[in-house]
C-alpha cells in the first residue's frame, strides 16, 4: 500500500516541476526571482489560495518578513519578491497549509510547511519552489536555474 502512495508522490512531484510556465509568468527574471507552485496531491488540482509569508535570516539569526502572498487559481505565485529584495543569504518560506485543509473540509496534521534555503551561493539564480501538499504531509522540491545562461 505505502510503495503505490509513494511512487504517486514521486510521481506527482516531477509532474508538477516539468510544469511550463503560465502565459502570465513575468519574463523578466528581475520581477520573479522567486516563484511558488502549489499541488493539491489529494484532488491532483493546483492548490489555490494558499497563503506564504518569505523571511529573510539577518547577521544576528533573527528573521525579518520581506515578502507575503497567495497562490492564485493556478496555485502559483509569480512577482512576490523584486532582484532588489533578494540577495544573497539565507530564507525561509512558510506556507501556511493549516488554514488551506481546513476551507477545504479537512484536518490537517500540519501547521504550517516550511521551506529554508541559502539562495544565491553560487551567483546569481532563479528559484522556483515547488510543494506537493496532503493533509498529512508534503513534499518539496526546487528548480534553480542560472539566469545569465
Known sequence: MLQPLHCLLLASAVLLCNTAPTPTHGGSDTKCPLMVKILDAVKGTPAASVSLKVHQKAAD??????????????????????????????????????????????????????????????????????????????????????THQ
Do not use: C, M
Not at 112 to 141: I, K, Q
Open 61 to 146: 539569526g533573527t528573521w525579518t518578513q520581506i515578502a507575503n502572498g497567495v497562490t492564485d487559481a493556478t496555485g502559483e505565485i509569480h512577482n512576490l519578491i523584486t532582484e532588489q529584495e533578494f540577495p544573497a543569504g539565507v530564507y525561509h518560506v512558510e506556507f501556511d497549509t493549516k488554514t488551506y485543509w481546513k476551507n477545504e473540509g479537512s484536518t490537517p496534521f500540519h501547521e504550517v510547511a516550511d521551506v529554508v534555503f541559502e539562495a544565491h551561493a553560487e551567483g546569481h539564480r532563479h528559484y522556483t519552489l515547488a510543494l506537493l501538499l496532503s493533509p498529512y504531509s508534503y513534499t518539496t522540491t526546487a528548480v534553480v536555474t542560472d
